[in-house]
Structures are given as C-alpha cells and as structure tokens.
Nanobody
C-alpha cells in the first residue's frame, strides 16, 4: 500500500515563494517516480514536474526555471519549491507516485496522469495579486 500526503499549502502574494512537500509511505518510495500535478478551478489537472528514482527531473516547460522538484529518499519526501508565484499558479496541488510494475522502470519519468497509480488528497495554493 502506498499513501501520499501533501504538506499544507498556503496563501501568498504575487512574487512570493512557497515550498510544499509530499510524504510517501511504503517501501516502494526509493523505486518510484514522484510527480506534482495541479488543478485550477474549472480546468483539467495538469502536469507540473516529476522526479525519477535516479533523480532525473522533467518539468512543464512554462514552469521550468520557477519551480524546482527534489527528493530526499532518507525521509521518503518529495518537495516542490515554487518561486515568483503568480495568480495563475493558484490551484490544488497533488503529488502522485508511479510505482514500477514487475521491477520494470521507465527510461524516462512519465508526465502522463494515467501512469500514476497513487495520489495524495491535494493541497491548496492561492496566489493573490
């Protein structure tokens, strides 16, 4: 069983920074790719960033440079550092785990929502102008 729990989000001003974290329970963490997605009101859930078990990262192109994903395997935690936040970053942020099946790992960490089997409940990030 894999469970994910996001840290509390927050309400910030435009231009501020915020760091959110995801605690992953279960023995598969070190073998899993962990991603962040977000969903704004009335919009589809969209990919933000992913970090593979080997530390390789991928970002939504429009967010690269402002957002940084990292992982601490000793603490079963993945974090998302968000800088220069803008009102359009307001969303419910979810972390998700892509657990390898049959010991087979992807060559590249996925950006596709359907590839992630386990999800947290989400944490709200609100950016005011």
């Amino acid at each position: 069983q894999v469970m994910l729990e996001e840290s509390e989000g927050g309400r910030v001003q435009a231009g501020d920074s915020l760091r959110i974290s995801c605690l992953v329970s279960g023995r598969t963490f070190s073998q899993s790719d962990i991603a962040w997605f977000r969903q704004a009101p009335g919009k589809e859930r969209e990919f933000v960033a992913v970090i593979a078990r080997n530390g390789k990262t991928r970002y939504e192109e429009s967010l690269e440079g402002r957002f940084t994903i990292s992982r601490d395997n000793a603490k079963n935690t993945v974090s998302l550092q968000m800088n220069s936040l803008q009102p359009e970053d307001t969303a419910l942020y979810f972390c998700a785990a892509d657990v390898p099946q049959g010991g087979i790992h992807r060559l590249m960490p996925s950006r596709t929502r359907a590839d992630f089997d386990y999800w947290g409940q989400g944490t709200q990030v609100t950016v005011s102008s």
